[in-house]
């Protein structure tokens, strides 16, 4: 299984509590609640910004994804700006594979 590194901060992890949250609502309307999702939202939600970078999985990645495209529409929606959400979207896109990051 592919592994992969989020450089994390602050933001990014509330976006991601909040994005997760909406995601398990949105499920449990439709009474399909998904255990893999409550599990990353417990480790999304216990992760030390110490560590600096968020190991995934591709199941994940894709999990963290939809729910932030579902916040994003709920955002556009309300005719609110949407801009932050598509850089954290991006970055999720395009994650790190190797746990060193040069620069």
Same mark, same amino acid.
Request: charged residues 30%.
């Given at each position: &299984? #592919?592994?992969?590194?989020?450089?994390?901060?602050? !933001? &990014?992890? $509330? &976006?991601?509590?909040?994005? %997760?949250?909406? *995601?398990?609502?949105?499920?449990?309307?439709?009474? *399909?609640?998904?255990?893999?999702?409550?599990?990353? %939202?417990? +480790?999304?939600? *216990?992760?030390?910004? @110490?560590?600096?970078?968020?190991? /995934?999985? @591709?199941? *994940?990645?894709?999990? /963290?994804?939809?729910? %932030? $495209?579902? %916040?994003?529409?709920?955002?556009? @929606?309300?005719?609110?700006?949407?801009?932050?959400?598509?850089? !954290?979207?991006?970055?999720?896109? +395009?994650? $790190? #594979? #190797?746990?060193?990051?040069?620069?």
């Amino acid at each position: &299984m #592919t592994k992969y590194y989020l450089k994390m901060d602050n !933001i &990014m992890k $509330n &976006m991601f509590v909040v994005a %997760l949250n909406d *995601e398990l609502q949105a499920q449990n309307e439709q009474d *399909e609640c998904l255990e893999e999702t409550k599990a990353l %939202l417990k +480790k999304v939600s *216990e992760y030390d910004l @110490a560590q600096k970078r968020l190991q /995934i999985t @591709a199941g *994940e990645q894709r999990q /963290i994804r939809k729910a %932030l $495209n579902r %916040l994003r529409s709920k955002y556009l @929606a309300a005719g609110r700006y949407s801009d932050g959400i598509d850089k !954290i979207i991006i970055q999720v896109a +395009k994650p $790190n #594979t #190797t746990r060193h990051m040069f620069w």
